[in-house]
């Protein structure tokens, strides 16, 4: 099942067992978060590489990840962010490379920043503290790894205490670029514009010491917004 359907069954489970009153007053956190793997389930039961971890597309999905944790109501999402194992030549005693999804990659001491910290960091740019409501419309659908139908433009508007709005649009198509038409209501917009864009060659791009900007976060600007 979809991680945030089972976070969502939770949820029941647990306004079943505590009453509808207490249940509001329990927050969910999140010890640990990503693709699958392991029992022929996730990773394992695709072709993609052991380095698929560190790419864009898995990105992408830790991105999708993190709105539904906001849209559920998880207070913490933790994952953890350091490894000083080298995935082509691991230790002996360490076998499951393909579980290695972490933010920063090695190996120590010359740490790099990987396309999920790359996320994360778009994350911390480019959101407020309270949701705003979106929609999109003629929104094309496309098929993930395991055969499932997903909206190719998932969207998650914010505003902080300043009144700055922030917009990420998440395109899960993993052929093409989705152009679109961004509408705003209820919220007069400023002259400019900034853009933070996750770009990479190929959406199983990641980053190595030897090539340590191959998946970016690249800054524009978009003059004449209103």
């Not at 953890?80 to 194992?85: E, K, P, V, Y």
């Not at 791009?205 to 030897?210: G, I, K, P, S």
Request: glycine content about 8%; proline content about 5%; aromatic content about 6%.
């Amino acid at each position: 099942r979809d991680q945030g359907e089972e976070l969502d069954q939770l949820k029941r489970e647990i306004a079943s067992a505590a009453g509808t009153e207490r249940a509001r007053e329990i927050d969910l956190v999140l010890s640990e978060y990503g693709l699958a793997s392991g029992m022929k389930t996730g990773l394992d039961a695709t072709s993609l590489p052991l380095s698929y971890g560190r790419s864009i597309d898995s990105a992408v999905y830790i991105a999708l990840l993190l709105r539904e944790w906001i849209d559920t109501g998880v207070l913490v999402a933790d994952k953890h962010s350091l490894i000083d194992i080298d995935t082509r030549r691991p230790p002996g005693e360490y076998i499951r490379t393909n579980t290695a999804h972490a933010a920063l990659i090695g190996p120590e001491p010359c740490f790099v920043t990987s396309a999920a910290a790359r996320v994360f960091h778009m994350y911390t740019e480019m959101t407020g503290i309270w949701t705003l409501d979106t929609e999109v419309e003629g929104n094309p659908v496309g098929q993930t790894y395991h055969g499932r139908t997903s909206p190719a433009l998932r969207p998650l508007a914010s505003i902080d205490r300043a009144g700055n709005l922030y917009l990420m649009v998440m395109n899960t198509d993993r052929k093409q670029e989705v152009p679109a038409h961004i509408g705003l209501s209820g919220f007069t917009a400023s002259d400019t514009a900034e853009v933070l864009s996750l770009t990479g060659p190929d959406p199983l791009a990641y980053n190595t010491r030897r090539h340590p900007n191959r998946v970016r976060v690249v800054k524009s600007a978009v003059t004449d917004v209103s």
